[in-house]
């Protein structure tokens, strides 16, 4: 089965910012980033597609929060710029290894990351 990796959490002051990694143990046709704050239900990041390259970013973070990948290692990076204290989450990541489909926010993905907290201070 495919398991992700995830690191690059941190503790950063408003303004600043930090680099999430997702590496996963086979190749993936997507990765998603989500992120979930206490007291609040699970919100969509970001979903990338390995085959074309191609990003899509939530309202959110939209501007400050950019997608990149390393191919040869199976790694998606999420850069997080400009970050603010309501970007304070545990930041998870998700993948699917199935081509062909599109990768929502809202499907059941079946592979999950273990999750990085990223909490930000003004």
Not at 39 to 61: A, C, I, P, Q
Not at 68 to 73: A, C, I, K, L
Not at 83 to 91: F, H, W
Not at 98 to 115: A, H, K
Request: hydrophobic residues 25%.
């Amino acid at each position: 089965q495919v398991q992700l990796a995830e690191s690059g959490g941190g503790s950063v002051q408003a303004g600043g910012s930090l680099r999430l990694s997702c590496t996963a143990s086979k190749n993936q046709y997507c990765f998603l980033w989500f992120r979930q704050a206490p007291g609040k239900e699970r919100e969509g990041v970001s979903v990338f597609y390995t085959d074309t390259n191609t990003t899509y970013l939530d309202d959110s973070v939209r501007g400050r929060f950019t997608i990149s990948h390393d191919h040869s290692r199976n790694t998606s990076y999420l850069q997080m710029n400009s970050l603010e204290s309501e970007d304070t989450a545990m930041y998870y990541c998700a993948s699917r290894e199935t081509t062909g489909i599109v990768c929502r926010f809202e499907d059941r993905l079946p592979t999950w990351g273990q999750g990085t907290q990223v909490t930000v201070s003004s």
